[in-house]
């Protein structure tokens, strides 16, 4: 079965660059969440969008934007990139109107920033 | 949203039952319970949802006493693999109200 696709799967940054992550949801699904995982942490909520809209927003740095298009893939795009931004920046997807849905991840993106 | 709060770490020897308490004493009326295991560097994936009384599949069972203020998820004769950290989360995904939140998750350790 087709699982959520992330790009790239390592990223190596410097900081003050930029660096644009990629999440391809389940087919069907419309709701794309991101996460960001530090070293030893547990997931922390960025930001969601449902039907190419954003439904909630948690920790996420004003460096950060994300956007889902009309084929409901999202990406997330983080500028002046910081040494603390080095983390597993994880995509899940979930078909959003049951209320019991569950999350399915993706392999997440490792970004280390220099 | 539902705080939760676990264990943060427990150890097993492999072939023994372990039980998993998670409390979440402001859950509200609609919110299902749902836990997810991670591994190392990997996603978390779902075990196990439920929202009152007890749940099985093929991998855990979920218990959810009546007043729904805390969970247990149980996992029957664990073996080495299932070494990883286990996450209850409490929420309610109806697309316009997307956000679920990960706890501090319990580290469990499975030796021979």
């Known amino acids: 079965a087709a699982g959520v696709i992330q790009s790239p799967r390592h990223l190596i940054k410097e900081k003050r660059e930029t660096a644009t992550l990629k999440c391809y949801p389940i087919?069907?699904?419309?709701?794309v969440y991101w996460y960001q995982q530090g070293p030893g942490q547990d997931p922390q909520f960025l930001i969601s969008?449902?039907?190419?809209?954003?439904?909630d927003k948690g920790s996420i740095p004003d460096r950060f934007s994300a956007q889902q298009f009309s084929d409901y893939h999202s990406e997330l795009n983080m500028s002046s990139l910081e040494l603390g931004d080095s983390a597993l920046y994880f995509c899940?997807?979930?078909f959003g109107q049951g209320g019991n849905e569950k999350l399915f991840f993706g392999s997440g993106t490792q970004l280390s920033v220099l | 949203l539902a705080k939760t709060t676990q264990p943060i770490s427990m150890d097993s020897y492999e072939g023994q039952e372990v039980n998993i308490t998670c409390s979440h004493n402001?859950?509200?009326?609609?919110?299902?319970i749902t836990w997810y295991q991670q591994f190392p560097s990997q996603g978390p994936r779902f075990i196990i949802q439920?929202?009152?009384t007890k749940v099985t599949n093929e991998v855990a069972s979920l218990f959810i006493p009546a007043d729904r203020k805390s969970s247990t998820l149980s996992l029957p004769r664990v073996s080495l693999s299932d070494t990883a950290v286990y996450y209850c989360?409490?929420?309610?995904?109806?697309?316009?109200?997307?956000?679920?939140?990960f706890g501090t998750g319990t580290r469990l350790q499975v030796t021979l």
């Open positions: 899940a997807s979930s």
């Open positions: 087919p069907r699904h419309d709701t």
């Open positions: 402001n859950i509200a009326t609609n919110d299902y």
């Open positions: 969008f449902y039907e190419k809209m954003q439904s």
């Open positions: 989360l409490v929420g309610l995904l109806t697309g316009t109200a997307s956000k679920l939140t």
């Open positions: 439920g929202y009152k």
